[in-house]
C-alpha cells in the first residue's frame, strides 16, 4: 500500500499562486508514476497534470500549460504541483495519485484531495 497526503491548498485571489504537495508514504516510492487531478462541484474529475518515476516525461491539461508545472523529490517521496496565474476556474478539490510505471488509465492509490479556492 501507498499513503498519499496532500497538503498546500487555501484561498488565493485570482493571479496568485499556491504550490501544492503530496507525500507520499508505505510501499517503496520508486517506480511509481505520479499525477495531480482535480474536481470542480458538479463536474467530472479531471487530469491535470503527470510525471513519471525518472521526471523525464511529464503531461499536462491544456488548461493548465504554460501556468502549472508538476516536479517531484524521490529521496523525499514527495510529488508537487506549482500553480501560478490562478483563475477562479481553477477552484476544485486537487487529488494526487499513484501508478505503478506511467501513462496508464488507471491509478493505484489516491490521496484524500485538498480544496483550492480561487477568488475573482
Known amino acids: 500500500q501507498v499513503q498519499l497526503v496532500e497538503s498546500g491548498g487555501g484561498l488565493v485571489q485570482a493571479g496568485g499562486s499556491l504550490r501544492l504537495a503530496c507525500a507520499a508514504s508505505g510501499r517503496t516510492f520508486s517506480g511509481y508514476g505520479m499525477g495531480w487531478f482535480r474536481q470542480a462541484p458538479g463536474k467530472e474529475r479531471e487530469t491535470v497534470a503527470a510525471?513519471?518515476?525518472?521526471?523525464?516525461?511529464?503531461y499536462y491539461a491544456d488548461s493548465v500549460k504554460g501556468r502549472f508545472a508538476i516536479s517531484r523529490d524521490n529521496a523525499k517521496s514527495t510529488v508537487y504541483l506549482q500553480m501560478n496565474s490562478l483563475k477562479p476556474e481553477d477552484t476544485a478539490v486537487y487529488y494526487c495519485?499513484?501508478?505503478w510505471g506511467f501513462g496508464a488509465p488507471t491509478w493505484d492509490y489516491w490521496g484524500q484531495g485538498t480544496q483550492v479556492t480561487v477568488s475573482s
Open positions: 510525471i513519471s518515476w525518472s521526471g523525464v516525461n511529464t
Open positions: 495519485a499513484a501508478q
